[in-house]
């Protein structure tokens, strides 16, 4: 693991905070339809994307609030904003499931029951969906397995609890993250079409 403002890997272990839950933004994909790292990315207005997924999981309660880096990594790694942490995905190339894995196997550092996962690039994904999804899990703690739904689709943000890390770190392979393990594990489903339109951004938008 590394922090930012550092151009290689160092190792630092997050400081664990009982009670609250850990934030996971995964970042560490080369956004090859996209034309570059989607972490590198920013609104019309200038905002980064990265900026936005840091504070939406800080402002829901996240700490610490972890970012995988691959990609780019050093220069990611520099622009991530205060709380955030950088997590080196080294195999970052194999897809999606190396970050899942880099990110709860940091996450498993901490004192956190629950993880808390959005993509980088999902900049209008609100607090409220977060905290939908926090609240389906209150009473479950560390065996909670929630995901946020959009016109029945499975959705951002994704919730899980601490008992299943290691298995859900087993089990993904490839560009696919916790979907078909949240689907065979009976995951609480929390419809949010009432907040967003659930959409990722996988392209530039036309000039």
């Known amino acids: 693991m590394f922090r930012a403002g550092y151009a290689g890997a160092v190792d630092v272990t997050p400081l664990p905070v009982v009670g609250a839950p850990c934030g996971i933004v995964l970042a560490a994909g080369a956004g090859t339809r996209y ?65 899942v894995r880099s990110a709860l196997d940091a996450a498993a550092a901490t004192g956190a029951e629950l993880a808390v996962i959005v993509p980088v690039d999902t900049p209008t994904l609100p607090a409220a969906a977060v905290a939908r999804v926090l609240g389906a899990a209150a009473e479950a703690a560390a065996s909670a397995l929630v995901q946020a739904t959009v016109a029945g689709a499975p959705s951002h943000p994704v919730l899980i609890g601490r008992d299943h890390w ?26 949010c079409d009432d907040l967003w339109d659930g959409r990722d951004i996988d392209e530039r938008p036309a000039p």
């Open 35 to 99: 034309g570059g790292p989607k972490a590198l990315a920013a609104d019309a207005d200038g905002t980064p994307w990265l900026d936005r997924a840091v504070a939406l999981l800080a402002a829901s309660g996240c700490d610490p609030v972890l970012v995988t880096v691959g990609a780019a990594a050093a220069e990611v790694a520099r622009r991530i904003p205060a709380p955030g942490r950088a997590v080196l995905v080294p195999d970052w190339n194999d897809g999606l499931s190396a970050s």
């Open 166 to 191: 290691a298995e859900v770190a087993a089990t993904v392979a490839g560009d696919r993250g916790a979907g078909p393990y949240l689907a065979v594990h009976g995951a609480t489903f929390v419809a």
